[in-house]
């Protein structure tokens, strides 16, 4: 079972394979993992104390961030992931990112974001659409046409609790005109705008 796994410079944390989106550019359809080196799919959730563990085998100096992202969406499992951040923040000296499709108010059913502070430094929120229709057709979300507007009203209300939060769209799967929509969009939540490559 693969918990932790390299990308770059930074160590990225596998807790689920569950998510409520079935995004049609996801790499998840043709790989298996995303280095080269490590299964992603889960038989099982690793517990809390595995998690811990598997960091424990880890020299978390030599990473520039902790990043939640696996071969699910991380805050499907949020309150373990908020144990896991805090302790990690406990132990080790540490910057920890999310990778998130924004929607844990509505998979917890609460608003989450004033939890995020003291645990996570950075969220990094998928937005890859311009409106919500074609984020729907994109993303195939279980909450509809809902979960646009609740991942960009999750990147404000996140916005006091963490240092940076950013809105991030991947390259290759809309055109430029809707990329800049994207980047409006972010100015408007007042957060911050990535563009990320694809990842065949």
């Known amino acids: ?57 880890r020299d978390l100096s030599k990473y520039d961030a902790v990043v939640f992202c696996g071969y699910g969406e991380p805050t499907e499992r949020f309150d373990d992931m ?3 951040a805090r302790w990690l923040k406990a132990n080790y000296e540490v910057r920890i990112r999310v990778n998130t499709n924004g929607h844990a108010n509505l998979i917890c059913g609460r608003d989450v974001t004033p ?4 645990a996570i430094d ?3 929120i998928s937005l890859n659409a311009p409106n919500a229709k074609a984020y729907q057709d994109i993303c195939r979300s279980v909450y509809g046409e809902c979960a646009f507007d609740a ?3 999750f990147a404000k209300k996140a916005k006091p609790y963490v240092k940076d939060v950013i809105f991030s769209v991947v390259d290759k799967t809309m055109p430029p005109e809707n990329i800049e929509a994207c980047r409006k969009i972010a100015d408007d939540c007042g957060v911050s705008f990535r563009v990320r490559e694809y990842i065949d």
């Open 1 to 57: 079972m693969t918990i932790t796994y390299e990308l770059g410079n930074s160590l990225y944390v596998n807790i689920t394979n569950r998510c409520s989106n079935s995004c049609t550019f996801c790499l998840r359809a043709k790989h298996d993992g995303v280095n080269g080196e490590d299964d992603l799919w889960l038989d099982r959730e690793p517990t809390v104390e595995e998690i811990k563990a598997d960091f424990k085998k």
């Open 122 to 124: 950075i969220v990094s």
């Open 82 to 84: 908020i144990e896991v």
């Open 151 to 153: 991942l960009k009203d």
């Open 115 to 118: 939890e995020l502070e003291g």
